[in-house]
């Protein structure tokens, strides 16, 4: 984050939403103050898209250790065992 670029006052995007828009969908997102406060965070949609994949990863990741933590995980060379059998299983069904 550039501080100089990336923070603007509320005064500033309400200006130049055009200007600020296209910072966003190229550079990053924009810090929005009001009254010399952080206020918001303006971002892109790409990059809204992209961090929230990244928290679903993350959830899903913490939710597999909990799983495991609590006995319920399968050891891999379990799965990758059950997968040639269906893998084989269907060789042979398709003739």
């Keep these: 984050m550039r501080l100089s670029e990336d923070i603007k006052p509320i005064s500033y995007v309400k200006a130049n939403t055009g200007k600020v828009l296209e910072q966003v969908n190229t550079s ?17 949609v790409k990059d809204y898209d992209n961090m929230q994949e990244s928290l679903a990863l993350l959830k899903i990741l913490s939710m597999g250790s909990k799983s495991i933590e609590e006995g319920k995980g399968i050891p891999a060379e379990t799965v990758f065992q059950r997968l040639r059998e269906r893998i084989r299983e269907e060789k042979e069904r398709r003739g």
């Design 28 to 44: 990053g997102p924009v810090v929005i103050t009001q009254n010399g406060e952080a206020s918001a965070v303006l971002m892109g």
